[in-house]
C-alpha cells in the first residue's frame, strides 16, 4: 500500500482515510475526512461501503477520541463519495446526513438528508466550520472550511495530483472557474481533496487548477482556428492518444467547454446534433 493510501493525521482534529471505491480513473480511492473537536466528529465523503470501510473508518474516530460521530457531509452526490452511507447508519442509526440543497433530491430517502448552502455553519464541539458554494464538478458542490486551521476540505473542488474531471451534464466550466476564485479568496494553507494526497500548498494548487482549464479553453480555441470543427475530429485533435473506452468522457468534457465559449459568444453550434461541427463565433 502506497503512502497515498494510509489514514494519516492532516490537522490537529483531521484524519485523512483513504478508502478504495468506484471512481474515476486514474484514482482509485476516495478520500474520506474525519474531523473532530471536543469529542464531536463528522465523517465527509465516505466512498466506500462494507467492514472494511467501516474498520477504517472506525478506527480513525477512535483516534480522534470520537465514540460516535454527529453525522455524515457530503461535498456532493457522486457514487464515489456516497457509497458507504448506507453502512455508517447501519453502524450509527440516528447520524444526521448533510448534502449539497442542489442534490438533495439525489440522495436516498432513508437517509432523511438534510439540505445545506454556502454560508451554513456547522458547529463541531466548540469550533465551527462554514460550508463554501464550490459547484462546477457537480451541480452544486460545497467544500467545508475550518478557518482556525487554514483547511479547506476540498471534495471534487481539486484533486491532489492530476486534475478533475468537469463534464456535461452536472459540469458547468464558468461555474468552476467562480468555484476556485472563492475558495482562492480563503487563502487556505492546506487543502484536502477527495482524491490524491493533501496539499500544503493551497493557494498553488487552486491556482494550477485555474490554469490547466483555461490551458485547455485556450488549445480547444487554437484548434478551431482551423476552421469548422467536429466534436470527434477536436478530440481526436485534442486528445489524440485518449483509448476509445474513456471517448464519452472526453466527449463532454469539450462540450462543457464549448458551452462556456458559446454563453460567451465566442463559439457557434453551426449544425445540428451535440457533435456540431462548431466554429468561432
Known amino acids: 500500500m502506497s503512502g497515498t493510501q494510509r489514514s494519516e493525521a492532516v490537522a490537529d482534529g483531521v484524519i485523512r482515510v483513504p478508502l478504495a471505491s468506484s471512481t474515476l480513473p486514474p484514482f482509485t480511492h476516495t478520500n474520506a475526512y474525519l474531523l473532530a473537536s471536543d469529542g464531536v466528529g463528522l465523517v465527509v465523503d465516505p466512498g466506500a461501503a462494507g467492514d472494511e470501510a ?14 460516535a460521530p454527529k453525522g455524515i457531509v457530503l461535498t456532493h452526490t457522486h457514487r464515489d463519495h456516497v457509497a458507504g452511507v448506507d453502512t455508517l447508519l447501519g453502524r450509527w442509526p440516528d447520524l444526521r446526513v448533510w448534502a449539497p440543497a442542489g442534490e438533495l433530491a439525489r440522495c436516498d430517502e432513508r437517509w432523511r438528508a438534510v439540505g445545506l448552502r454556502h454560508g451554513r455553519r456547522l458547529t463541531l464541539g466548540s469550533a465551527a466550520l ?19 486551521r487554514r483547511l479547506l476540505v476540498a471534495g471534487d473542488l481539486v484533486a491532489g495530483e492530476g486534475s478533475i474531471w468537469v463534464g456535461l451534464p452536472d ?35 487552486l491556482a494550477s487548477a485555474r490554469a490547466h482549464r483555461l490551458e485547455r479553453e485556450a488549445n480547444l480555441l487554437a484548434a478551431l482556428r482551423e476552421g469548422p470543427a467536429s466534436l470527434p475530429w477536436l478530440r481526436a485533435r485534442l486528445y489524440p492518444e485518449v483509448p476509445a473506452a474513456v471517448h464519452d468522457f472526453v466527449d463532454r468534457t469539450l462540450l462543457a467547454h464549448l458551452l462556456k465559449l458559446m454563453r460567451e459568444r465566442r463559439v457557434a453550434h453551426v449544425g445540428e446534433g451535440p457533435d456540431g461541427p462548431y466554429s468561432l463565433a
Open 130 to 148: 462554514t460550508l463554501v458554494g464550490t459547484p462546477g464538478h457537480s451541480l452544486d458542490h460545497l467544500a467545508l472550511w475550518w478557518p482556525e
Open 171 to 205: 459540469g458547468d466550466v464558468t461555474r468552476y472557474l467562480e468555484s476556485l476564485e472563492r475558495a482562492a479568496a480563503l487563502d487556505p494553507a492546506t487543502v484536502a481533496p477527495a482524491h490524491g494526497p493533501v496539499r500544503r500548498d493551497g493557494a498553488t494548487v
Open 54 to 67: 467501516l474498520a477504517a473508518l472506525g478506527a480513525g474516530l477512535a483516534a480522534l477520541d470520537v465514540r
